[in-house]
Nanobody, 129 residues
């Protein structure tokens, strides 16, 4: 059974940093992309970032570009989201998800939400002003 478990969320002041982790277990796929999404109360889920295990390409939403960095430890099948210069608008539940397949050049062709096969339970990030 595939499981994705997020950790690292919490409460931080504006300007602060957090690092989220997404650990995958039961994962037997060679090629995949891991993405981070977020959903704030009353808003639609937003794609934040993703990384391809196939070619290492990365994608960032404009709203986080330059502040967030995604990285992966393929041996551990763990993906990290380093979030710096946090602002109150970053407050949301953050989810990681896995899209199985050879996802290439995700900076140009990020997987659509419907392409993600597995989802974590989410971790709350709250940024106070």
């Amino acid at each position: 059974e595939v499981q994705l478990v997020e950790s690292g969320g919490g409460l931080v002041q504006a300007g602060g940093s957090l690092r989220l982790s997404c650990a995958a277990s039961g994962f037997t796929f060679d090629d995949y992309a891991i993405g981070w999404f977020r959903q704030a109360p009353g808003k639609e889920r937003e794609r934040v970032s993703c990384i391809s295990s196939y070619d290492g390409s990365t994608y960032y939403a404009d709203s986080v570009k330059g502040r967030f960095t995604i990285s992966s430890d393929n041996a551990k099948i763990t993906v990290y989201l380093q979030m710096n210069s946090l602002i109150p608008e970053d407050t949301a539940v953050y989810y990681c998800a896995a899209a199985v397949g050879s996802m290439v050049e995700v900076h140009t062709y990020p997987p659509a939400e419907y392409e993600y096969n597995y989802w974590g339970q989410g971790t709350q990030v709250t940024v106070s002003s």
